[in-house]
C-alpha cells in the first residue's frame, strides 16, 4: 500500500508538474498503468485533499478487483 500511496502521488504529480500542457502524452504514456484509473479518479480533489483521498481511492480499487 505504501508503495502503491507514493507511485499514484508520483504520477499525479507528473501530471500537474511535468506534463503541464501536454495531458494527452501523459494518458497515453500511463494508460496501462495499474494505478492510471485511481490517479484519474483523483483528479476529481483539490491537491489540500489529496493526501486524505488518494489512500481511500487505492483501497476503493483494490476492493473492485
Known sequence: MENQLKQALR?????????????????????????????????????KEIGEMMPKLIKQSEKNL
Open 11 to 47: 504520477l499525479r504529480f507528473e501530471y500537474y508538474n511535468t506534463f503541464e500542457g501536454k495531458e494527452n502524452v501523459w494518458h497515453e504514456r500511463y494508460k496501462e498503468h495499474a494505478l492510471y484509473k485511481v490517479v484519474v479518479k483523483s483528479f476529481e480533489y483539490d491537491f
